[in-house]
């Protein structure tokens, strides 16, 4: 066929990598990326704790914490946890739902480029001696133009702005991807529940990102172009801020932790060589958890002054939220009840995570009660539980995704002896770190602050908190560890490495080929490669005769068009114009460039399907 | 199925919809402007908190004329039904009556935001600036981020009709046109609801 | 039920066992803090439940089905069951509308407006970067960093900012409302017993955030008039010449005694010889208050970063009008 000659050019190298399409890859660039932000996140997370080792020390200045707690928070959120969730959605996601690539290869590209460039921007903010200081919720009049005049902010609200384009495309891509290309015979309902959770999510950061995207515009232009949104002296309202954010903000947590609900449904079921008790409920549970989530913002806002009506109705609106999530953690229970339980260290964090979570869960409650709230708010008992699901529920979850797909994604098994270490190290000292300031928020400490005064009854339980902090660093460095280590290892890994696995991309190698599926599956029911197991077949009934793959081609537009906004963001900041034209332009032009000129891809012939498949 | 198989001329009744590319732009599209809601939404939320505090600015009432803000509205009413005449062209596979309505959309656009350029020039001179208050600052934001996207629309599609004008109208290149349509109503309905929210309510009180 | 009741006195024992008399908030010393108190204590109790039950059976899962070594069993698998699932529904439902009904009853109950109410003390609290005003308006007084109230009254905040967000918090009386720039909140509060409170600001609100600590004092009736009249009578200035002019033109450009200066911008000094505090977190019985105030004025950007008063040296005190005003605030006592 004539059609199929076109000719693309293969790169290799780096190029290879600032080029490519291809979700696995794409997915490996989010883990280096996010992981790194995550050692970023965790050594200022670590500076922290030993600032507050002992009452009055001064290891780091009052400017400098403000910096590091506000670096830490927004690091973790947006470029740590969201990236490592991003990384295993992108490895797995279109293998478990049978497809050759996500619906938007180009656009995955560039949500990658734009998240990447924006984390830059944000920590560049470090060398650029103008940090962030105002919290991670930027609340104004602190983070506006009266109060924070240097470039701090700016350099959030810009990071943020772009790193969030990357965000939004990729939740409109993953939505696009689960509804458009499942594989023949994969209906919603026989949907694995991590693609279910990556499906939910993605609504979620459809619907809630672009909040954030008119709070940071109106913030940056009260910074930039004297603009009145927040400014209260001319008719601007500082309350305004708080909705706007917490209305992005609430989702977010369960942008959060959605999909370590379905990573931690996946491994308990593996590991347990069970189904998933209560698939339908589970798949109700997630969609209720996602609406609520859209009402109760004002929680976080209990002691803003929003009335008793308000208060009363987030109260309730939040609390009903614990009914979902229970029915999950049960779900969760019952899945292990009569099940086989092998612990490996993917089912350890999986396991470890679900009593964590309850923890986190019911001080959630706890705070839903508004008048006890009043108490617990912007205390320690806050930081203490948001620690227990972020950390206890999303990084759990993330540990035990990258666990048990490691060798899906990488061909190689992750050490267990080593993998087991990281989880004992890393779960006593969270709970080491975090359990105790529960009690330090009861006592009276407030959050967010520099130090604190003796005589307080403050002291022996800070040191016990940095010293959890540290066992956490060092289960960090044993997963680095683990990984070096692994990567010396033969590419050995089996296509379904656990012997466990239950859906479809259990059925192809490890790792997987450029094209993924060689004839796309036929899905007969929910556990689609577990129901073929069972029945005696050794492989996946092909829905498709074999035939040349059509693959697209790579492309270095994304990377350019995200350092044109990169050069603009700094053009916005410091006043230069002709850059921030410039940049922008760079971007569009880019643009135009893809619209242009078609990308007719090219075609992986038949002989050429089996080359470099390690079987 | 790849976008090649039609290539030689037969095009599909919904040539939109005859690839996977095709099926997954319009779906992709629909959930673009699904956020795109949320980000109008949340600019006419802060617009609502914020309009009537007009410090020592105008306010809507001495700002506001509402003939020519309707002028502007017939306008891109028009230009939104334009677009549905070019798209049902397309279906009928009439290249040019296509890409004349397509131009006349875009003309229609262009004239809506001459109209609007010159309304903020006169509200400045008014002394209505971004900076003058939270008032000003919400509507230039809202009004402006909605010239922006008209902006944006006649760039696309002006460009989107030079496209069809070298390429033909293909599966690759009908999606284009049918998305940019979608585009180009949500647009309009915003500007529906601009309309009024900011310049009615604005002129009630 | 009955293994119930030693599970939540041990609770409310773990509570109540730590923490300061005048700081915690599991030892509540009003009405206000009592009242959510109560609620802690029932969430509490409810939530421990819940995690007694999931940690029973999560144990118990893991230890009992647990895979042998070389077992290659596939067990049974299940789709769900209904009858379990309607059951950790409905029970989360029941518990939550226990929780749920008084949640609401105290949140009405404590947004309850007594800045009308007569036999209510009324304050204007307005929070500054890093320092608090307090306000009586019944009585024209104005003081800072340390609250004076009598007992046994509803005292009603009003309270504002006039900078950045900070929140209001005396955690032993009763929760923190924030104080907001642009638009006032209400809360009352109630201080049955004497005692000093520890008071904090709950808001980040800049460098010096952590140290922007306050006192509340409660005192019976009697002495709060006397409080109340000593502030009101003309204010005591340095008797030495040299003195008093260096801190009439170098001190009370920004702050104020007694009736001078209405509208200082910097906390208000009357009386400052009698306050538990300099700047709020230097403790006058731990070290002598004219230390405490040498070292507060020498340079208060050390003890509090970011503060926005000038060190000495910025306004040209000499060694000697230094010692001379901390010698003169030092004795600047009110009794009461």
């Known amino acids: 066929m004539a059609a199929h000659a076109h000719k693309v050019k293969r790169y290799r190298g780096l190029m290879d990598w600032l080029t490519t399409v291809d979700h696995k890859k794409i997915g490996i660039l989010y883990l280096m990326a996010g992981g790194l932000f995550f050692l970023v996140g965790g050594l200022e997370a670590v500076m922290i704790r030993i600032q507050l080792i002992k009452p009055m020390n001064d290891f780091v200045g009052a400017d400098t914490f403000n910096e590091l707690i506000t670096m830490h928070g927004t690091t973790m959120i947006f470029l740590a946890a969201m990236p490592l969730l991003f990384a295993l959605m992108n490895a797995v996601i279109p293998l478990q739902i049978g497809a050759r690539d996500v619906a938007f290869p180009f656009l995955n590209s560039l949500g990658f480029w734009t998240f990447f460039f924006g984390g830059v921007l944000l920590n560049i903010s470090w060398f650029a001696g103008n940090v962030p200081d105002a919290g991670w919720t930027s609340y104004v009049p602190l983070a506006g133009p009266t109060y924070n005049s240097g470039h701090g902010v700016d350099y959030y609200v810009l990071g943020l702005q772009i790193a969030g384009i990357g965000t939004l495309l990729g939740g409109i891509n993953f939505m696009a991807t689960i509804i458009n290309m499942r594989a023949p015979g994969m209906s919603f309902m026989r949907m694995p529940m991590f693609t279910w959770t990556i499906f939910i999510t993605s609504a979620l950061i459809v619907f809630a990102f672009p909040v954030l995207t008119v709070g940071l515009v109106a913030l940056m232009f009260d910074r930039l172009f004297q603009a009145n949104f927040f400014e209260t002296a001319n008719g601007g309202s500082s309350v305004l801020w708080e909705h706007v954010f917490w209305v992005f903000g609430h989702p977010e947590v369960y942008i959060l932790i959605l999909p370590a609900f379905g990573i931690i449904s996946e491994v308990v079921s593996t590991f347990a060589r069970k189904r998933l008790f209560g698939y339908s409920s589970m798949v109700f549970a997630t969609v209720l958890i996602a609406f609520l989530g859209f009402m109760v913002w004002a929680h976080h806002m209990f002691t803003t002054g929003l009335g008793p009506v308000a208060n009363g109705l987030f109260s309730i609106a939040t609390m009903l939220i614990a009914v979902p999530t229970g029915v999950k953690i049960f779900n969760w229970l019952f899945t292990l009840w009569g099940g086989s339980i092998c612990f490996t260290a993917a089912s350890l964090f999986a396991i470890g995570f679900i009593p964590t979570f309850v923890m986190g869960g019911v001080t959630g409650v706890m705070l839903a009660v508004a008048p006890a709230d009043y108490q617990y708010h912007d205390s320690y008992f806050v930081v203490a539980h948001f620690h227990y699901v972020i950390v206890g529920g999303l990084v759990f979850g993330i540990f035990s995704g990258l666990h048990y797909w490691w060798p899906k994604m990488f061909g190689r098994m992750l050490n267990e002896g080593l993998g087991k270490l990281t989880f004992w190290t890393f779960f006593i000292g969270f709970h080491l770190t975090f359990f105790v300031q529960h009690f330090l928020g009861l006592l009276g400490m407030p959050r967010r602050v520099w130090t604190y005064l003796p005589n307080q009854d403050f002291d022996t339980m800070n040191l016990v908190s940095t010293i959890g902090a540290f066992l956490m660093g060092v289960g960090t460095i044993c997963f680095l560890i683990n990984v070096v280590v692994t990567s010396a290892k033969a590419r050995n890994a089996k296509a379904d490495a656990w012997e466990d696995g239950r859906s479809l991309e259990w059925t192809i190698p490890s790792p997987p080929p450029e094209y993924n599926f060689k004839q796309l599956p036929l899905v007969r029911g929910y556990d689609a490669w577990w129901k073929e197991k069972m029945e005696g077949k050794s492989a996946m009934t092909p829905a498709e005769p074999p035939g040349p793959i059509h693959m697209p081609s790579p492309s270095i537009l994304p990377f350019i068009m995200s350092v044109g906004l990169f050069i603009a963001g700094f053009g916005f900041m410091y006043d230069k114009l002709y850059l921030a034209i410039g940049g922008i332009a760079v971007t569009l032009i880019c643009m135009f460039f893809r619209s242009v000129f078609d990308d007719h891809g090219f075609h992986i012939e038949e002989d050429e399907q089996e080359k470099g498949v390690h079987a | ?205 | 039920m009955k293994r119930l009741i030693p599970l939540l006195a041990g609770m409310a024992f773990l509570l109540s066992a730590c923490g300061r008399d005048d700081l915690s908030t599991l030892k509540p010393q009003g009405p206000v803090a009592e009242e959510q108190f109560n609620l802690m204590k029932l969430s509490i109790s409810i939530m421990t439940l819940v995690v007694v039950v999931v940690f029973a059976i999560c144990i118990y899962v893991l230890i009992r089905f647990r895979r042998r070594k070389g077992d290659n069993t596939i067990p049974k698998q299940v789709e769900g069951n209904h009858k379990l699932e309607i059951i950790w529904t409905v029970i989360p439902l029941i518990l939550l509308l226990i929780l749920g009904v008084p949640t609401i009853n105290t949140v009405f109950g404590l947004s309850k407006d007594y800045s009308k109410d007569k036999d209510a003390l009324q304050v204007k609290v307005t929070a500054h970067q890093y320092w608090w005003e307090f306000e009586y308006p019944e009585y024209g007084i104005v003081t800072a960093q340390e609250l004076v109230v009598p007992t046994g009254k509803k005292v009603s905040f009003e309270l504002a900012s006039a900078d950045v967000k900070h929140s209001f918090w005396i955690p032993s009386i009763g929760g923190k409302m924030d104080t907001n720039t642009g638009v006032t909140n209400r809360m009352y509060l109630e201080f049955p017993k004497e005692g000093i409170f520890r008071g904090k600001c709950a808001e980040l609100c800049g460098p010096s955030h952590s140290l922007m600590d306050f006192k509340a004092k409660a005192v019976d009736q009697a002495s709060f008039d006397r409080w109340v009249a000593a502030m009101k009578s003309p204010a005591v200035v340095p008797e030495d010449a040299k003195i008093k002019e260096a801190f009439e033109s170098k001190c009370l450009s920004c702050h104020a005694v007694g009736e001078t200066n209405s509208g200082a911008s910097a906390p208000n000094l009357t009386g400052v010889g009698s306050r538990e505090t300099i700047g709020g977190i230097l403790y006058n019985d731990e070290k002598p208050i004219e230390d405490n105030l040498k070292e507060w004025i020498t340079d208060p950007q050390s003890v509090k970063p970011g503060a926005t008063m000038p060190s000495a040296k910025d306004v040209g005190l000499t060694d000697e009008e230094l010692d001379g005003i901390s010698k003169y605030l030092a004795n600047y006592k009110i009794d009461y």
């Open chain 2, 1 to 205: 199925m790849s976008a090649h198989d039609h290539a030689d001329g037969h095009l599909p009744h919904e040539p939109e919809k005859a690839t996977l590319e095709g099926r997954n732009k319009v779906l992709g599209f629909w959930l673009f402007l699904g956020a795109e809601t949320v980000l109008f939404g949340t600019l006419f939320s802060a617009f609502l908190a914020l309009r009537h505090n007009t410090g020592d600015g105008p306010t809507s009432q001495e700002l506001f004329e509402l003939p020519m803000v309707f002028a502007a509205t017939m306008i891109l009413l028009f230009s939104s039904l334009m677009s549905v005449f070019a798209v049902q062209a397309m279906h009928k596979n009439k290249v040019k009556p296509m890409l004349g309505w397509l131009l006349v959309t875009i003309l229609l656009g262009l004239g809506f935001l001459g109209l609007e350029v010159y309304e903020f020039l006169n509200y400045i001179d008014e002394g209505h600036k971004m900076p003058t208050s939270a008032f000003s600052s919400s509507f230039y934001t809202l009004v402006g981020f909605h010239g922006a996207h008209v902006a944006f629309g006649i760039l696309w599609i002006g460009l989107l009709i030079l496209q069809v004008l070298k390429k033909g109208l293909t599966v690759v290149t009908a999606p284009k046109i049918y998305v940019s349509a979608i585009y180009w109503h949500f647009i309009d309905v915003v500007w529906v609801f601009i309309f009024t929210v900011v310049y009615l309510m604005g002129k009630v009180g």
